[in-house]
């Protein structure tokens, strides 16, 4: 089984809608298996992601606040 592409998506210093804006942006070109990393600063990114990750049925691998950012890793998993 062949291991997904990683992208990362820096988002930092946008607002709310951007981050999760730019997180659908980039899962659009992704297939089953990638993974994308999300850098941002907008605390409303949390939510807004895990809302997205319920409707969309995809993988919320890792979910952490560094000391400048959120940083949320995404493995898509539901693409048909």
Known sequence: MS?????TVDARGIACPGPITELIKAYR??????LIEVWAT???F???LKAWINRTGN???ELRRD???IVAV???TAKR
């Open 3 to 7: 291991q997904g592409s990683k992208v």
């Open 67 to 69: 000391q400048d950012k």
């Open 42 to 44: 907008d605390p409303g």
């Open 29 to 34: 070109n992704a297939k089953n298996g990638d």
């Open 46 to 48: 949390e939510s807004d």
């Open 74 to 76: 995404v493995k898509v």
């Open 59 to 61: 993988q919320l691998v």
